[in-house]
């Protein structure tokens, strides 16, 4: 029997948990008959995670009080981030799995059939069905009045959504005529796709399940303009500001905006175990505490935040590595996982047409790519760690080649010039600024969020680089609404951000940052209209590159072999890397992850990206724990 249990455990597989006391933030509740015991609690099936020296790991106590920083009310919802509970999720090879769900069955990307886990209960103590899944399709993003632009993208397949069934009341499916495998990846995602809700508890702000005048005094009270309204309020669960709202995730948000700090308790009804039996997460309470981002930093350097890793930047280095001793915790540099640190997108959509023009040029591209001393952004920028390349996978991905990274990255200024020459732009007096063909001088207003101090010091290093070139470097910051608006209406003419945010993926993932498809994308948003629509708004694409590259997505969306997926993937990186639609200049750049000495199973090297890492998520931060739980109630 013994063999079989560690085979059992050995395999993911759960069994009946032997459970161990009560965490300390619920023994009083349980005593008291508020809650039930956790035999009662847990799914008949939970999920066990393997806590030990194969995953760098030990197990832990439970209880305990972690503190964290963020800038804004609405970062709470990287709780939901990090706390990663998904239908299904990524491990740490970025490989999916079952998490809520008990199981999945996958036909060929066009039929998904989802099993939940007998016993699973929300937060509330309320049972999570195949109810919540019905409800969240038929009652929220398929009804007629609570259309809110259409579904998510990931909800279509070549242009169709799904056909949605309940089997039984702990079975799901979700069918499409032509694949889909942007489906399973968006349940995964930080952002998860919303497929489910807790829809015992929102019905009574629905207008046709509440009474009616019940529900007109709730959309008084909240001040909003209908009952539609009121539901999305309510309804929200990636932003958890509301916390009656009951959730899955394994912390749940008990304070009310607004407020300068959020307290999440554990979630008595969490789905997963230790191997020991123990229900996690192992941490009673996350505090989060509201601040200005200048000051977030400092705050941390003086041992305010027990896990930071939001807002800190690489050159914050040396001053939180100087508090180690005198604060009690520990400085580890993670990899941020961006195909980029700072990238520069031509707007080849710009309404300006004669700089439309010149950026259609793939020699003014490749150019001013070529004229970047990247050798020189690194040292000063990064102290020599980073790894001068374009913008494209991470060398961590089994999709790189070094040709890519290489592309168009090595400092050149003579070849630079040569093209600039080629193309007829003229200086307007020997080493003076280069003319565009309406005789303007090329002065290239680049513009930002003005968020990032290291993307305005890269900007003044390439200034200088460009300013070799004959071409003159302007900035202009504006808001981030501001700006993305500015980029999506083509009033940009470059703007500077981020590369790519998934800088390690496999052929699995989809290759939709590196082509036309969203109308935020910064180098061609006019064209990611008319991809992202089907045609009715937005500019058609006339590069042909550019529309090779949404051919191939096509393809890899209808693809179900992986070696044709990669196939396509090393196509479309190639025509990336040849065409330079986004100009990178470094990459695999460190960031710090402050870790008080008292919090355990936070690894020492991570990758640190939003999606589809979740930062912390996928490392599993349910699975972290403090060396003093159980020391306070």
Request: hydrophobic share 40%; aromatic share 10%; proline share 7%.
């Amino acid at each position: 029997m013994r063999v079989l249990t560690v085979l059992i455990l050995l395999l993911g597989l759960t069994l009946t948990p032997v459970l161990a006391a009560e965490p300390p933030l619920l023994t009083d509740l349980v005593a008291g008959g508020q809650l039930p015991p956790e035999a009662e609690r847990l799914p008949e099936l939970p999920r066990t995670t393997i806590v030990d020296e194969s995953t760098k790991r030990t197990v832990g106590k439970r209880g305990g009080t972690i503190n964290m920083l963020m800038a804004r009310q609405k970062d709470i919802r990287m709780i939901t981030v990090y706390g990663y509970a998904r239908l299904v999720g990524y491990d740490r090879n970025l490989q999916l799995q079952s998490d809520i769900l008990l199981r999945y069955e996958n036909e060929g990307n066009r039929v998904f059939t989802l099993h939940l886990r007998p016993g699973h209960k929300w937060s509330d103590g309320s049972p999570f069905t195949a109810e919540d899944f019905r409800f969240q399709w038929e009652e929220v993003l398929t009804h007629p009045e609570m259309d809110r632009g259409g579904l998510n993208p990931a909800l279509y397949a070549s242009g169709e959504p799904p056909r949605f069934e309940v089997i039984d009341p702990l079975t799901v499916r979700y069918t499409w005529n032509t694949p889909n495998p942007l489906f399973l990846p968006a349940l995964a995602g930080a952002r998860p796709l919303d497929i489910y809700c807790a829809s015992a508890y929102l019905k009574q702000f629905h207008g046709d399940y509440a009474d009616p005048k019940t529900l007109a005094d709730a959309v008084a009270t909240e001040q909003v303009k209908n009952w539609k309204s009121l539901q999305i309020r309510k309804g929200r669960s990636y932003r958890p500001e509301n916390p009656d709202l009951p959730t899955l995730q394994p912390w749940r948000n008990t304070t009310k905006p607004p407020s300068s700090q959020f307290v999440f308790e554990r979630n008595p009804f969490y789905h997963k175990v230790d191997q020991t039996g123990a229900q996690l997460p192992y941490i009673d309470r996350l505090i989060v505490n509201i601040a200005e981002s200048s000051i977030i930093a400092a705050k941390t350097g003086s041992g305010e935040s027990d896990l930071q890793q939001r807002y800190l930047r690489f050159d914050d280095y040396t001053f939180l590595k100087a508090g180690e001793k005198h604060n009690d915790y520990s400085v580890r540099l993670w990899t941020v996982g961006k195909g980029s640190a700072i990238a520069f997108y031509p707007n080849l959509n710009t309404a300006d047409p004669v700089w439309r023009a010149v950026f259609r040029d793939v020699r003014l591209r490749r150019a001013l790519s070529l004229g970047i001393d990247r050798h020189q952004v690194n040292q000063v920028l990064f102290i020599g760690l980073a790894k001068e390349s374009a913008n494209t996978v991470l060398p961590g991905s089994p999709l790189y080649r070094d040709e890519l990274g290489n592309a168009y990255a090595k400092y050149d200024p003579v070849g630079a010039n040569a093209l600039l020459d080629e193309m007829g732009l003229q200086r307007s007096r020997p080493g003076g600024v280069r003319l565009l063909p309406d005789d303007r001088p090329m002065e290239l207003i680049v513009e930002s969020t003005g968020e990032s101090s290291m993307e305005a010091d890269a900007m003044e290093l390439v200034r200088d680089d460009w300013a070799k070139l004959g071409i003159k470097l302007f900035t202009r910051t504006s808001q981030r609404d501001i700006f993305r608006s500015r980029v999506a209406a083509g009033s940009t003419i470059m703007s500077v951000w981020a590369g790519v945010d998934n800088g390690a993926p496999t052929a699995a993932h989809s290759p939709a940052d590196f082509v036309p498809t969203d109308p935020y994308q910064l180098q061609w948003p006019s064209w990611g209209t008319h991809s992202s629509t089907q045609g009715k708004a937005g500019e058609p694409i006339d590069d042909p590159a550019a529309a090779r590259l949404v051919t191939l997505y096509k393809n890899w969306l209808g693809a179900e072999d992986e070696l044709a997926k990669r196939a396509i993937w090393d196509e479309i990186l190639d025509i990336n890397a040849d065409q330079v639609f986004a100009i990178g200049i470094v990459t695999a750049t460190l960031v710090p992850v402050v870790v008080s000495n008292r919090l355990r199973n936070v690894p020492e090297a991570g990758i640190s990206s939003f999606d589809p890492y979740a930062y912390f998520g996928v490392y599993e931060m349910d699975a972290f724990w403090l060396t003093d739980a159980g020391k306070e109630s």
